[in-house]
């Protein structure tokens, strides 16, 4: 599979962002998806997962009450809205997904073998 996250951009502190993880190649209908980023000197961290049937949701502590993860497997696409944004934020943020089938959500950077093209977000202060 391969995954595209887009809706980058600059945006001011407490404003919001919508991004999107667009797949093709396969249906990713029946994987878990998940949010990392990684800011500048940093190592890539989790952000959000999302069950493969949507029911289930993870969030970090850190974007907990302010970022929500959906997805719509008609369109094959996963989305991350981000809103009360501050500069800690700032990052490149990166989609991934399982590679087994109904595995369950997945927080470390071990349990995914596909990822997409990240899409920066930078929130100005």
């Known amino acids: 599979v391969q995954l595209q996250a887009s809706g980058g951009g600059l945006v001011q502190a407490g404003g919001s962002l919508r991004l999107s993880c667009a797949a093709s190649?396969?249906?990713?209908?029946?994987?878990?998806i998940s949010w990392f980023r990684q800011a500048p000197g940093e190592e890539r961290e989790f952000v959000a997962g999302?069950?493969?049937?949507?029911?289930?949701?993870i969030y970090a502590d850190s974007v907990k009450g302010r970022f929500t993860i959906s997805r719509d497997n008609a369109k094959n696409t996963v989305s991350l809205q981000m809103t009360s944004l501050n500069s800690e934020d700032t990052a490149v943020y990166y989609c991934?997904?399982?590679?087994?089938?109904?595995?369950?959500?997945?927080?470390?950077?071990?349990?995914?073998?596909?990822w997409g093209q990240g899409t920066q977000v930078t929130v100005s202060s």
């Open positions: 991934a997904s399982r590679n087994s089938r109904f595995a369950e959500i997945a927080t470390s950077l071990r349990d995914f073998d596909s």
């Open positions: 190649g396969r249906s990713i209908s029946m994987y878990a």
């Open positions: 999302i069950s493969w049937s949507g029911v289930s949701r």
